[in-house]
């Protein structure tokens, strides 16, 4: 479904991907982990289109000096060059981090927010009680402005956010920041559960034991380059990368 190659992200004379190539199959959960700084958001931008809509929109600033090569595919069609609303209405949707709620709208009127893709009342209905059925939190708060609701809420929020748009493949970036372990494991339990209702996933996590856990595959991204990949059994049962990359 998604298959990024030799992807290379350059700002100035600092480059923050070095040759990255993945694969996401239909149905899968893939992990993404590594340090802090390896390049994983830079990485979840430029395959959903932000880093050339963002070299757009400062360009003649140092800001705008930034250059993106290499490929990125989506069900077989090239991305790479796509403006980021044309690969959202094909079905490729960022959860972005750090949750990022329209903060002075309502949970309703952020959920309505992410329906762009749907057509027609009947279908927004359906989708919305969906969402709601995924996350009861968010119905019982509807009403209620976002900007107040706890990081848990408002993690919640954003995923139910991204699911109004009926995504094909979800990528969701460091979903967990900031969150109670309780919280956490809630939220990695839903998160399970949209991958087994049937929409494709890549999955950018901090927290390394949950994402191999739960992904049938997973990338070590380190210093700008996948360093390894392959599944949990097969990463923990290499001593220097489950040492030096997963920290375990």
Not at 153 to 173: K, N, S
Request: aromatic share 4%; glycine share 10%.
């Amino acid at each position: 479904m998604l298959e990024v190659k030799n992807l290379t992200v350059c700002y100035d004379t600092a480059m923050l991907l070095n040759e990255v190539s993945l694969k996401v199959n239909r149905g899968e959960l893939v992990g993404l982990v590594g340090p802090n700084g390896a390049g994983k958001t830079t990485l979840m931008r430029a395959i959903s289109g932000l880093v050339l809509w963002e070299r757009q929109m400062k360009r003649g600033t140092r800001a705008g000096n930034i250059t993106l090569t290499g490929e990125v595919y989506f069900q077989g069609q090239r991305i790479d060059g796509l403006p980021p609303h044309r690969i959202a209405r094909m079905g490729l949707v960022l959860c972005p981090e750090r949750r990022r709620p329209f903060s002075e709208l309502s949970v309703e009127e952020n959920l309505k927010a992410g329906a762009y893709r749907v057509r027609g009342r009947r279908a927004y209905r359906d989708t919305l009680e969906l969402v709601y059925q995924m996350f009861p939190v968010l119905q019982k708060r509807a009403r209620q402005v976002s900007a107040t609701l706890s990081g848990g809420e408002q993690q919640m929020l954003a995923l139910g956010r991204a699911l109004m748009t009926r995504p094909v493949l979800l990528c969701i970036d460091e979903p967990s920041t900031g969150l109670s372990p309780l919280i956490k494991g809630e939220l990695f339990a839903k998160i399970g559960e949209i991958n087994r209702s049937g929409i494709t996933m890549l999955l950018v996590e901090q927290d390394v034991r949950q994402t191999l856990a739960m992904a049938g595959r997973s990338y070590i991204l380190s210093h700008s380059k996948i360093v390894a990949q392959g599944k949990k059994d097969e990463l923990m049962a290499d001593e220097t990368i489950r040492q030096s990359y997963l920290g375990l």
